[in-house]
């Protein structure tokens, strides 16, 4: 199995705007971005394992669409270079985690907020009781399988964060799904708050410590400085993926992207709220690259750990930078082309809806979906 998740890359874009307002340039985040990228050696095994896993555990063969979209997606080969050296069992529980997370991403862009909370509701009553609640949907069966597995290693206070995290994630995603339906743009601030709980980073950075068998204790892992390297991290993977994801979520009218909102609520063209992100984000790899250098000591036996987990942090930023090309869920089958040209073409020009608007552009449902 090959991956371009191996190689940098080969061409940096060709020019640095354009005024054509159906396409715009990617800022050069690659040149920024000084981190060595490191996929693990069991990726086709465990590429392969999970999918199975995904598939045999919910409807995505039902749906067509759906299920080439799933294979499209490489959810996997993420994991595989978020998580680069760490066991293969725990691998298995990384790529299982986050091929379920990027489903429940989905789903839920077809959701109102009242579906969300259900949708909630279900998950995290498996997260808090995993001894007594036996789940009924397929929803709810694939989150206790890959969550019994975690807890069964997990040291508490991974297992704490990473529900805490659960939590926030599905909490602002019924904020953006009441938006969507109101058809309300937040505003650059409010965004931003929100933007770093829909990332689905926080659980992510509870994964690492899962994953790497640390136990970090909480006086350590609430230190503003680690605390501001988690934040920067989420930062730039929350807004390059802003960049990288405008193109399709502008055909569906989701005003929630950094880029529509700079677009709406600032009056910038495409290019400008581009080039404004893209900055962003170099700010972001520059704030972590200052707190790593700040990292103070807490003695022989954490130091190491606190080593282990911003490597951690490091892999999920590097990976997913290369990975959004990799996956065809931005560009399609052109990732490649587009990484080396640095040039994306919209399939159509996205005009956000007025705020107010009551006009929403997802077919909303109102239950549990039992993908």
């Keep these: 199995m090959t991956s371009i998740l191996i190689a940098p890359p080969s061409v940096s874009p060709l020019v640095n705007s354009t005024s054509d307002p159906r396409v715009f340039v990617l800022p050069d985040l690659f040149s920024h971005c000084t981190l060595d990228l490191r996929v693990h050696e069991e990726l086709p095994r465990v590429v392969w394992e999970s999918k199975a896993w995904m598939i045999n555990g919910s409807d995505i063969s039902r749906n067509e669409k759906a299920f080439s979209s799933f294979h499209g997606l490489k959810a996997g080969e993420l994991a595989c270079a978020c998580y680069p050296s760490i066991p293969l069992h725990k691998l298995r529980v990384c790529a299982d985690f986050m091929n379920w997370l990027w489903h429940i991403d989905d789903v839920s862009d077809d959701m109102d907020d009242k579906s969300t909370v259900a949708i909630e509701n279900e998950i995290m009553t498996t997260y808090r009781h995993p001894d007594t609640h036996n789940p009924k949907t397929n929803v709810g069966k694939l989150t206790k399988s890959y ?27 019924t904020i953006q799904a009441r938006d969507r339906t109101s058809g309300i743009i937040p505003d650059l601030e409010d965004y931003i708050a929100l933007r770093r709980d829909t990332s689905a980073c926080k659980p992510c950075w509870a994964l690492v410590e899962y ?8 006086e350590v892992v609430e230190h503003p400085i680690l605390q501001g390297l988690g934040e920067a991290a989420n930062d730039v993977i929350a807004w390059s993926n802003d960049i990288f994801s405008y193109s399709r979520e502008q055909t569906k009218g989701d005003t929630h992207n950094m880029i529509a909102i700079m677009m709406y609520r600032r009056g910038m063209t495409l290019q400008e709220a581009v080039d404004y992100v893209g900055d962003l984000c170099k700010k972001s790899f520059d704030r972590f690259n200052e707190n790593r250098a700040r990292l103070p000591s807490w003695g022989p036996e954490i130091d190491p750990q606190i080593q282990v987990y911003v490597e951690g942090l490091a892999d999920w930023i590097v990976a997913t930078l290369h990975w959004s090309f990799d996956s065809e ?43």
């Excluded at 069964?152 to 995603?173: C, N, T, V, W, Y």
């Excluded at 994953?211 to 909480?218: E, I, K, Q, R, S």
């Excluded at 705020?355 to 549990?368: D, E």
């Design 147 to 173: 969550w019994t597995r975690f807890i069964a290693e997990g040291s508490p206070g991974s297992q704490k964060r990473f529900i805490h995290a659960m939590d926030l994630f599905f909490k602002a995603i």
């Design 329 to 371: 869920r931005y560009f399609g089958k052109k990732g490649l082309q587009v990484k080396k040209s640095g040039i994306v073409e919209l399939a159509s020009v996205g005009v956000p809806e007025p705020v107010g608007s009551s006009n929403s552009s997802a077919a909303a449902v109102s239950t549990v979906p039992d993908f």
């Design 211 to 218: 994953a790497n068998g640390l136990d970090l204790p909480d």
